[in-house]
């Protein structure tokens, strides 16, 4: 039996009853109690450190998730503003294809007025015709005019008729001339018209053209800058995973020192020594404030990590 003082400094973790009660010797109980004192001092030591290790693992984690975000973010827009240089991109082709297709038919309607105009000039030579048909024909309703207006002798209009029916015979020999002027007029008016419409879309396309490379410089600036953040989000994701190898090492330890508790309990018990749980209050509350960790997480929408799972798995298993 032991005396009251030796019995009373035992209390703290357990309480001797008779010594006839015990399969250990007494010095034997009292160097178990001491392992027991000290290895719940380090399994409540090892708790503290994981918890603190966690909290840092997670702080990153939920860092790099939070960049993470930031890059899908960034990818989304730069994907929208990537479809928009690629619709310009199109559009250029489409106008370029259009504009090569009216210079195309503008030089072959060149190649036709070219031919339009060297028939005229060997018409005009053929007929010893010097100036412009067309001008004949004004000349002509000018005398008509003159004729039908102004008095004249009777010789005068005569010499006058005899003039102006010279000029007509020289217009109706060079009627084909005033046609095929005409012809020539009115090609160069559709070769006018089709070369403003080549003219407005070439313009079109160098607008299109430097909107589209300007869109394009500024994607690969983008783009570099995201690969910059990548950098960041690999050094977090490396950090935390350093943080996690440092947990799961603390966790073994904390698991194997949990065993030994439990040998040392086991030996007590098998020797009817009663001890207060101390631990197991600690264990008790640690584990109530990692559930309301994890409670919080779950209803801000956040993923749980496997350690999480773990833990809640093995409160749920307590």
């Known amino acids: 039996m032991v005396d009251n003082g030796r019995?009373?400094?035992?209390?703290?973790?357990?309480?001797?009853?008779?010594?006839?009660?015990?399969?250990?010797e007494e010095h034997e109980v009292k160097e178990l109690l001491e392992d027991l004192k000290n290895t719940e001092k380090e399994v409540i030591e090892l708790k503290k450190k994981l918890n603190q290790i966690n909290r840092k693992k997670e702080d990153l984690f939920s860092k790099k998730d939070s960049v993470s975000g930031s890059i899908r973010s960034k990818i989304g827009e730069l994907s929208a503003a990537k479809q928009e240089r690629n619709k310009l991109t199109n559009d250029v082709k489409v106008k370029k294809k259009e504009r090569d297709a009216l210079n195309a038919e503008i030089n072959k309607e060149v190649a036709v007025?070219?031919?339009l105009k060297e028939e005229y000039e060997s018409m005009k030579s053929k007929l010893g015709v010097k100036e412009d048909p067309s001008l004949l024909h004004k000349k002509i309703e000018a005398m008509e005019y003159k004729l039908q207006t102004e008095p004249m002798s009777f010789d005068k209009e005569q010499k006058f008729t005899k003039s102006m029916k010279e000029l007509k015979k020289k217009y109706a020999e060079g009627k084909g001339l005033v046609d095929k002027h005409k012809d020539i007029k009115n090609k160069s008016r559709e070769i006018d018209v089709?070369?403003?419409?080549a003219n407005a879309i070439h313009k079109e396309i160098q607008s299109e053209a430097a909107a589209s490379q300007a869109r394009h410089e500024k994607l690969i600036e983008e783009y570099k800058s995201i690969d910059e953040i990548r950098k960041d989000e690999d050094g977090l994701k490396e950090k935390a995973d350093e943080f996690k190898k440092e947990f799961n090492a603390a966790n073994d330890e904390l698991k194997a020192k949990l065993e030994v508790l439990r040998g040392i309990k086991k030996k007590l018990e098998d020797n009817k020594v009663e001890f207060e749980e101390t631990v197991r209050e600690s264990e008790k509350k640690n584990l109530e404030e990692k559930k309301k960790e994890i409670e919080a997480k779950m209803k801000a929408g956040k993923t749980l990590?496997?350690?999480?799972l773990l833990i809640l798995q093995g409160s749920m298993g307590r």
């Open 113 to 115: 007025i070219k031919k």
């Open 305 to 308: 990590t496997t350690e999480d």
């Open 194 to 197: 089709l070369k403003k419409k």
């Open 7 to 24: 019995q009373q400094e035992s209390k703290v973790f357990g309480v001797f009853k008779k010594s006839g009660d015990f399969l250990l």
